[in-house]
Nanobody, 120 residues
Framework: VQLVESGGGLVQPGGSLRLSCAAS????????MSWVRQAPGKGLEWVSG????????NYADSVKGRFTISRDNAKNTLYLQMNSLKPEDTAVYYC??????????????WGQGTQVTVSS
């Protein structure tokens, strides 16, 4: 199993970024997926999850209305569109699996993470 995130970077407050997570080594379309983040000096925080076909999604209150999770099962890729970014969104973002349908930071599989920094 391999999960590889990309798309992080430095963005000004109010800006947008789109994270990607390329998956391999398992049947991607059969597994719910999550995004989890870790801010400097803090613990892991569940951000969002998506069901196998993309019809069910859920978000942490801290990102609801600003972030959108999606997936392309034909490309074995998970996405996180992040809009209206705030300095408190600064963190390393991880994709993780399998998602059981509820907020959690306990997963069997993790990517290496991608840094998102929101600063002027």
């Amino acid at each position: 199993v391999q999960l590889v995130e990309s798309g992080g970077g430095l963005v000004q407050p109010g800006g947008s970024l789109r994270l990607s997570c390329a998956a391999s080594g398992f049947t991607f379309s059969s597994i719910g997926m999550s995004w989890v983040r870790q801010a400097p000096g803090k613990g892991l925080e569940w951000v969002s999850g998506i069901g196998t076909d993309g019809s069910y999604t859920n978000y942490a209150d801290s990102v609801k209305g600003r972030f959108t999770i999606s997936r392309d099962n034909a490309k074995n890729t998970l996405y996180l569109q992040m809009n209206s970014l705030k300095p408190e969104d600064t963190a390393v973002y991880y994709c993780a699996a399998p998602w059981g349908g509820w907020p959690s930071v306990e997963y069997n599989y993790w990517g290496q993470g991608t840094q998102v920094t929101v600063s002027s």
